[in-house]
């Protein structure tokens, strides 16, 4: 009962946001839901990773955002790939517009490296290069709605999921890459909150983490996650792009 108030409430957020924007659904009806979480196989794919400091540098815009519906998926070509429309809730670096349309790798035939398709109502942390053109994204069929679209850098692994747990928010780097060389005492000197394991455990259940693929490859190794403070994540990052410049 808990978990569809939840839905219904996540719904109504989500149409309440998009009112106004005539591009975007305007009742639960016209909101798609991704078809499936993961396809009926696995690939790997070699693409590079990188920390934190690197990957702001590299990507285009770095924003806290909200997938408000599937729209389409590209399924006779490779790499495979699935577009959401999507709400940009605060922006750290570049502009972008307030609801906009971003690229995951993967669809529902086809899942990368384990890493799960988002859903509506997913809100993260992600890290992305464009926009990018139409002719980019088209292959044997053409995907309409999709020009300007944004990627994700370095596909999953530019991601953190963002959950609350009793009333503090939470950034769950669930690849455990990009965080990697997030310390203890964070860059402004301040110290990062030490997240028990039992909290932990139970963030790591409500995201789903250690959800697999139904026939896992093991092509990612061992999954090991890594949950921080999202204010605290969020204050990494704003040093590291004072530092490089790109904030005030």
Not at 4 to 24: E, F, I, P, R
Not at 74 to 99: C, H, Q, W
């Amino acid at each position: 009962m808990r978990r569809l108030a939840a839905l219904l409430l996540t719904a109504v957020l989500l149409l309440a946001a998009l009112a106004g924007c005539a591009s975007m659904p305007r009742n639960a009806a016209d909101i798609k839901q991704t078809p499936a979480r993961f396809g009926k196989r696995e690939i790997h794919a070699d693409g590079f990773r990188y920390r934190l400091e690197e990957a702001l540098a590299k990507s285009d815009v770095v924003a806290d955002v909200t997938v408000v519906s599937w729209l389409d998926e590209r399924l006779e070509d490779f790499p495979p790939m699935t577009f959401f429309s999507v709400k940009a809730n605060t922006l750290y670096k570049g502009n972008i517009p307030d609801i906009f349309v971003m690229m995951q790798n993967g669809n529902q035939e086809i899942t990368l490296e384990d890493y799960p398709l988002f859903q509506v109502g997913d809100r993260l942390l992600v890290f992305l290069f464009g926009p990018i053109a139409q002719e980019e994204w088209d292959g044997s069929r053409r995907i309409t709605g999709v020009d300007g679209a944004y990627s994700i850098l370095a596909a999953h692994a530019s991601v953190l999921g963002i959950h609350a747990m009793e009333d503090t928010l939470y950034a769950i780097d669930r690849d455990g890459y990009i965080t990697g060389a997030v310390g203890n005492p964070l860059r402004d000197g301040g110290e990062r909150t030490v997240i028990d394991g039992q909290t932990q455990n139970a963030l790591y259940d409500q995201a789903r983490v250690y959800e697999q693929h139904e026939s896992p490859l093991g092509l990612r190794g061992p999954i090991r996650p890594r949950a921080f403070l999202y204010d605290e994540i969020v204050r990494e990052i704003q040093y590291l792009l004072r530092e490089g410049g790109e904030q005030p």
